[in-house]
């Protein structure tokens, strides 16, 4: 079956550092990948998605490009602030009239001033 | 403005309880879905739906049960709640034809 590894937290950075969350995954066919943030008390939110390979997602400031070759979709940012501490998952939709999403486990970000 | 509602956002009851957590949403989407959110973060589909009076079990066994009678209604009941029923559960919708998954922004249970 399908299933999403990622990196385990919890990750501590200072402000302004590099950020890399690892994701790698198994699925059967093209998925589509995706990350998604949950800020403290809040439920998910989209944070990017790619439907092919080598499509890369971005959004405020984070990247991650679907590699097919090393079935890897990691998450980046330059230069993180204290306001990206959260939870970050990397999921995928295997599509082919698949209506779920499978989940990696989570990896807790805390950016430091 | 389309949305997703969950209610209530924080509640905290005895054991044996009966309680239904709400969903509702204004999105349109045929579909929706129940997550549990264990302490150490990792999501778990318990139920989801494919529309109305379709509802299926999901990955992780529930004693939870839920309903689907209207389109943008979708309650969660569990008849007597436990210690073990302490999660967060997230409520998410998605669009016929599209593959991203949109998420209320939960409830945390305490049972004591």
């Known amino acids: 079956g399908d299933s999403v590894t990622q990196m385990e937290g919890p990750v501590t950075l200072s402000e302004e550092a590099f950020l890399t969350i690892n994701c790698t995954y198994t699925a059967t066919g093209y998925p589509s990948l995706f990350w998604y943030v949950q800020y403290p008390g809040e439920g998910l939110q989209l944070l990017l998605k790619?439907?092919?390979?080598?499509d890369k997602g971005s959004n405020k400031g984070f990247e991650a490009t679907y590699r097919k070759e090393t079935t890897s979709f990691h998450l980046e940012k330059g230069s993180v602030q204290v306001s990206d501490s959260a939870v970050y998952f990397c999921a995928l939709a295997s599509g082919a009239g698949s209506y779920q999403l499978t989940f990696g486990k989570g990896t807790k970000l805390s950016v430091i001033p | 403005e389309a949305d997703i509602y969950q209610t209530p956002r924080y509640l905290v009851i005895g054991t044996g309880k009966k309680i239904t957590l709400e969903c509702s949403q204004t999105?349109?989407?045929?579909?929706m879905y129940w997550y549990q959110q264990d302490p150490g973060m990792e999501l778990h589909l318990i139920h989801y739906?494919?529309?109305?009076?379709?509802?299926e079990k999901g990955d992780l066994s529930s004693e939870s049960t839920v309903s689907r009678i209207r389109t943008e209604h979708f309650p969660l009941t569990l008849e007597s709640a436990r210690p073990s029923h302490t999660s967060q559960y997230l409520c998410a919708t998605l669009r016929q034809g599209y593959d991203t998954q949109y998420f209320g922004p939960g409830t945390r249970l305490t049972v004591l």
């Open positions: 739906s494919y529309g109305v009076n379709s509802t």
């Open positions: 999105m349109g989407h045929d579909k």
């Open positions: 790619a439907t092919k390979a080598d």
